[in-house]
């Protein structure tokens, strides 16, 4: 079995983000820094504390993300969203209340015109998110 997972890219505030993403959500989040992986005693200090590996688990749910990256400069693109869609109206409207918390940009959660319930909220990370109910 195959499955697809979305994997995020922070530059220094993976843990804020996924502690963030985790109050939103709910989960199981678990964290391993630079400082636990091996040959980490050359790096300097503040760079121990970056996140190798991040991961939010909950239910079908799985997010990862990291703060390295490998090329010289990170970019925050706008071809990639996170579809978060779910079949109960109360738990899309709790998501997406939560979510707006720490937001930039929002569209209004709302039915359209054939009938789904969807908003999107690009948050202070620079991800943005789609909510989609079909209820």
Same mark, same amino acid.
């Given at each position: 079995m195959s499955q697809l997972i #979305?994997?995020? #890219? +922070?530059?220094?505030?993976?843990?804020?983000a996924m502690l963030f993403y985790q109050n939103c959500?709910?989960?199981?989040?678990? +964290? *391993?820094?630079?400082e636990e992986s091996p040959k980490t005693k050359n790096l300097p200090n503040n760079y121990k504390e970056y996140?190798? *590996?991040?991961?939010? =688990? =909950?239910?079908? @749910?799985?997010?990862m993300g990291t703060d390295l990256f490998d090329?010289?400069?990170? @970019? =925050?693109?706008? #071809?990639i969203s996170i579809l978060l869609k779910s079949n109960n109206e109360t738990e899309i409207r709790k998501y997406y209340s939560n979510f707006s918390k720490k937001k930039t940009i929002a569209h209004p959660l709302k039915r359209n015109y054939w009938g789904i319930l969807f908003g999107s909220i690009t948050d202070t990370y620079g991800v943005r998110w789609?909510?989609?109910c079909n209820n």
């Open positions: #979305t994997y995020l #890219t +922070f530059n220094g505030n993976c843990r804020e959500l709910g989960g199981e989040l678990y +964290f *391993q820094t630079l996140i190798l *590996q991040a991961i939010l =688990k =909950k239910e079908n @749910i799985l997010l090329e010289d400069k990170l @970019i =925050k693109g706008n #071809t789609l909510f989609s």
